[in-house]
């Protein structure tokens, strides 16, 4: 990105110094023990819900149901989060 702003005779071994430095020097993200989800006392009350695609031009709504997996795919037309609520309250 660097070179659509300016350039000058070997700006990509001096970007790359920099990115190696600034990886060196950066903080990683603190580490947090591993939490299961709580288990579901009965199907359909914890959904998990994602968007794939667009395959061919589709994109499905996924819906997979944490209590039984059963897994749903919902042709999409738009995914503006009004469209997801029409779906989900069918």
């Given at each position: 990105?660097?070179?659509?702003?300016?350039?000058w005779p070997g700006i990509?071994?001096?970007?790359?110094?920099?990115?190696?430095?600034c990886a060196a020097v950066?903080?990683?993200?603190?580490?947090?023990?591993?939490?299961?989800?709580?288990?579901?006392?009965?199907?359909?009350?914890?959904?998990?819900?994602?968007?794939?695609?667009?395959?061919?031009?589709?994109?499905?709504?996924?819906?997979?149901?944490?209590?039984?997996?059963?897994?749903?795919?919902?042709?999409?037309?738009?995914?503006?989060?009004?469209?997801?609520?029409?779906?989900?309250?069918?």
């Amino acid at each position: 990105m660097t070179r659509s702003y300016v350039w000058w005779p070997g700006i990509d071994k001096t970007t790359e110094a920099e990115r190696a430095v600034c990886a060196a020097v950066a903080e990683a993200p603190h580490q947090h023990a591993p939490k299961s989800w709580p288990w579901p006392n009965k199907p359909w009350s914890i959904l998990h819900i994602d968007f794939l695609g667009p395959i061919a031009g589709l994109t499905y709504l996924i819906i997979v149901d944490a209590c039984s997996k059963r897994t749903e795919a919902i042709n999409m037309t738009r995914t503006a989060v009004q469209a997801v609520i029409v779906v989900l309250g069918e």
